[in-house]
């Protein structure tokens, strides 16, 4: 099955500066990738997300670029501010027909003021 | 239109006890999936439920089951609890076969073994 494995487990930064996590994935077959923000005590919550046909997206001060043929695709912030401090997951989507989710084990990032 | 919605919020229970979580997902979406979330493991993928039938199965014992209702309703099951089953245990739901494949999160519903 799908193995996703997340880097690093812990970051931290200081305002303004950037983030970057790092993601790789088992699946050949996956082609849909969403990043989840948790803030503490609330839910996962989808912050962007990028198809196998993309290789990189952006939405104001989030990107996330693809790279298919490594099968590793990483999340950056720039120009981090405080509210940036939360759990972000990764995960990778297979296209089969049970198009299962499998996620990352986080990455805590501590945006320091 | 209304969320996720996970019942209860917390829970609190003895070793050995059964308990049973339910997930609403959101109007329309037909595919539930649960989730355990511990410090540490980050979300570990249980089951995944499409029109009543069970899809996926994460690596988790027998005594973690679930069911999915006619309405999308789903509840998870877990048997014969250890203090290690203590976590957040989350449901997303998504609309499947869509090109938004985004699932949506539940509160959770924390559980605690003692």
């Known amino acids: 099955g799908e193995n996703v494995e997340q880097h690093p487990s812990t970051l931290s930064v200081q305002e303004g500066d950037s983030a970057v996590i790092k993601c790789t994935y088992s699946?050949?077959?996956?082609?849909?990738f969403p990043w989840y923000k948790q803030e503490l005590g609330k839910r996962p919550q989808l912050i962007i997300d990028?198809?196998?046909?993309?290789g990189e997206k952006k939405d104001q001060r989030i990107a996330v670029t693809l790279n298919k043929t490594a099968k590793h695709f990483s999340l950056h912030i720039t120009e981090t501010q405080p509210e940036d401090s939360a759990v972000y997951f990764c995960?990778?989507?297979?296209?089969?027909?049970?198009?299962?989710?499998?996620f990352g084990t986080g990455t805590k990032l501590q945006v320091i003021p | 239109k209304a969320g996720v919605t996970q019942t209860p919020r917390y829970l609190i229970k003895t070793r050995g006890q059964q308990v049973t979580l339910s997930c609403s997902p959101i109007?329309?979406?037909?595919?539930v999936s649960w989730y355990q979330q511990t410090p540490g493991q980050g979300l570990q993928f249980l089951f995944e439920?499409?029109?009543?039938?069970?899809?996926n199965k994460g690596n988790f014992p027998g005594r973690f089951s679930g069911r999915q209702f006619s309405n999308s309703r789903s509840e998870m099951n877990v048997s014969t609890l250890e203090l290690g089953d203590s976590a957040l245990y989350l449901c997303?739901?998504?609309?499947?076969?869509?090109?938004?494949?985004?699932?949506?999160f539940g509160q959770g519903t924390r559980l605690t073994v003692v």
């Open positions: 997303a739901s998504s609309l499947v076969g869509s090109l938004n494949t985004e699932a949506f």
């Open positions: 699946d050949s077959a996956s082609n849909y």
């Open positions: 990028i198809r196998s046909n993309v």
């Open positions: 995960a990778a989507k297979n296209s089969g027909g049970y198009q299962k989710v499998t």
């Open positions: 109007s329309g979406h037909r595919s």
């Open positions: 439920y499409f029109s009543e039938t069970q899809r």
